[in-house]
Nanobody, 121 residues
Framework: VQLQASGGGLVQPGGSLRLSCAAS??????MGWFRQAPGKERELVAA????????DYDEAVKGRFTISRDNAKNTVYLQMNSLKPEDTAVYYC?????????????????WGKGTQVTVSS
C-alpha cells in the first residue's frame, strides 16, 4: 500500500485546510492522521475505521478537525478548521489492518510522506 498525502500549506490563525490521503491497492484499512511538530514526538490526531463507524480524535483538535473517508476513492480526509499556531506540524497519513492499533499506540503498518501545515500570521 502506498499513501500519498496532500493539502498542506500556510494558513492564518482561524483559517482552514483540508488534507487528503490517497491509498493505492486494497482500500479496506483503518486510517488516520498523525502530526509531528519540531522538537516533539509524533502524535495521533484522528483515526477512522473501515466503515467510518468508529472515529477518535486527540483532545486538542476535537470540535475543530473532522476526519472522513471515501472508500470508493480510497481516500481519507482531514478537514481542519479554526486552526491555531500550535497546529503547526508535519502531518502524516497512516493505514493499518487494525483500528485498535491507532488508539493503542501500536506501530502502523503503512505510512505516507508528510505534508507541512503552518499556521502563522
Amino acid at each position: 500500500v502506498q499513501l500519498q498525502a496532500s493539502g498542506g500549506g500556510l494558513v492564518q490563525p482561524g483559517g482552514s485546510l483540508r488534507l487528503s490521503c490517497a491509498a493505492s491497492g486494497r482500500s479496506r484499512y483503518a486510517m488516520g492522521w498523525f502530526r509531528q511538530a519540531p522538537g516533539k514526538e509524533r502524535e495521533l490526531v484522528a483515526a477512522i475505521d473501515r466503515s467510518s463507524r468508529r472515529i477518535d480524535y486527540d483532545e486538542a483538535v476535537k470540535g475543530r478537525f473532522t476526519i472522513s473517508r471515501d472508500n470508493a476513492k480510497n481516500t481519507v480526509y482531514l478537514q481542519m478548521n479554526s486552526l491555531k499556531p500550535e497546529d503547526t506540524a508535519v502531518y502524516y497519513c497512516a493505514a493499518d489492518d487494525f483500528y485498535t492499533d491507532f488508539v493503542d499506540g501500536e506501530v502502523m503498518d503503512y505510512w505516507g510522506k508528510g505534508t507541512q501545515v503552518t499556521v502563522s500570521s
